[in-house]
């Protein structure tokens, strides 16, 4: 009997559902709650955090695209609030927004980078004073409570580049990553650091798991979050080195726990990849079309979907690029360009901004791939999803700002 291989459509649909991209926007008829914000968090295993600005931050995009509307507010609380705190900031996949139940899985991590400094770390760690700075930090924050970098007055030299930072917030940073504070809020999007014990609630588990036990408890979170994955882009899920878990997933395929499937990917060859046991079922369901593909919507650059790396060209023949740190000539879509998902493809880009002085959603251009016209269903697509994209900002007015979209922000706006 022949090994059933499985077409773009299955791996598709398979992809999507697994990250919550296929249900189409409810057009905000009821904002998302505090629950239904926190369990799409845990199911995708955490959010990334950037400081981009231009439209949203990262993170709350990531759950407007699957969610549509909510208050952001809410997420905030989850993240920051004493009494509703279910969220903690910490590092997964870079920074991200995690939920408690897996801050155990973190302590590891804190224990390696506390007994393993890097040789920048060192050299730091071993300057003169260095150390009674990072005693005077936490007994600052035991005094007075929880305070920013900018609370530590500095009279040094002006400070050069992104990571020449003052000392303070180089102490800020090493108590973070060790473990010792972590972020009790956000000021401005400033980070607001406290002791671990005062932020921590009660409930949460604090016995540290072996490395091992972390490493495959990722990986497993992996796998069914991306839904259909190669063996190493379960690592890049869990922001893991592909040589450190190599072993840990050939023993989870011998185990039963992951299985090996056969895709055609968009070039035409048969490729090995791999799904959670659980997911048989969803499987042979994708492959059938039984999956609703429905949703239209736009993906930060930052978005759970892209981490599996080289997933987008072999799955959509897309790649996720940003462009925000490349001189302008030299950009093709857009300083912010959000990818445009329309039902199981990925289909252009819009580079949105939003005017916030007039509540205006500015799009900067919109492309879309080769290949791809601007059909009814597509349109009404777009549509749909600018409007929602306005509700969650707060714009009233949709402006196209390159006379080259001009024709196709005139279908959109048309069924607006």
Not at 37 to 66: A, F, N, P, T
Not at 186 to 192: P, T
Not at 214 to 227: F, I, K, T
Not at 336 to 361: A, C, E, Y
């Amino acid at each position: 009997m022949s090994e059933t291989i499985y077409d773009l459509s299955a791996a598709r649909a398979m992809a999507l559902y697994a990250q919550h991209l296929t249900d189409p926007d409810n057009q905000n008829v009821e904002l998302a709650d505090k629950s239904t914000i926190y369990q799409m968090v845990k199911e995708l295993g955490c959010v990334q955090i950037d400081s981009l600005y231009v439209v949203q931050r990262s993170h709350y995009l990531i759950l407007w695209s699957r969610l549509g509307n909510f208050e952001t507010a809410d997420f905030d609380r989850l993240i920051y609030g004493p009494d509703d705190r279910r969220l903690f900031e910490g590092w997964k996949h870079a920074a991200s927004i995690i939920p408690l139940e897996d801050y155990r899985y973190q302590i590891p991590h804190m224990h390696y980078v506390r007994q393993n400094p890097t040789k920048m770390s060192a050299e730091w760690l071993s300057e003169p004073g260095n150390q009674e700075l990072l005693q005077t930090v936490c007994e600052r924050i035991r005094d007075e409570g929880p305070l920013r970098a900018r609370d530590f007055e500095y009279k040094g030299p002006k400070r050069g580049g992104w990571w020449d930072w003052k000392p303070a917030k180089n102490a800020l940073e090493y108590l973070f990553a060790w473990g010792e504070l972590l972020i009790a809020d956000r000021e401005n999007f400033q980070r607001v650091y406290d002791l671990r014990q005062r932020v921590l609630p009660d409930w949460v588990e604090t016995s540290a798991p072996t490395p091992e036990e972390r490493d495959r408890y990722w990986l497993e979170q992996g796998v069914r979050a991306l839904g259909i994955c190669q063996p190493l882009q379960a690592a890049n899920y869990s922001y893991r080195k592909r040589n450190t878990v190599r072993g840990f997933i050939r023993e989870m395929l011998e185990e039963g726990i992951f299985i090996e499937v056969k895709v055609r990917v968009f070039d035409g060859s048969i490729q090995p990849f791999m799904i959670h046991h659980q997911d048989q079922r969803l499987l042979e369901k994708a492959a059938d079309g039984d999956l609703p593909l429905q949703r239209t919507t736009f993906l930060s650059f930052f978005d759970n979907l892209f981490w599996a790396r080289g997933r987008d060209q072999q799955f959509w023949n897309f790649r996720n690029i940003l462009e925000a740190y490349k001189p302008a000539p030299t950009r093709i879509w857009g300083y912010f360009n959000m990818p445009i998902l329309h039902n199981d493809r990925l289909v252009g880009r819009i580079d949105p901004k939003i005017d916030r002085v007039n509540s205006k959603l500015m799009v900067r251009s919109i492309t879309l791939e080769e290949g791809v016209e601007p059909q009814a269903q597509l349109i009404s697509g777009l549509a749909q999803a600018f409007r929602s994209f306005m509700i969650f900002h707060h714009a009233e007015d949709l402006v196209f700002e390159n006379a080259k979209d001009a024709k196709l922000g005139e279908k959109i706006l048309a069924q607006m």
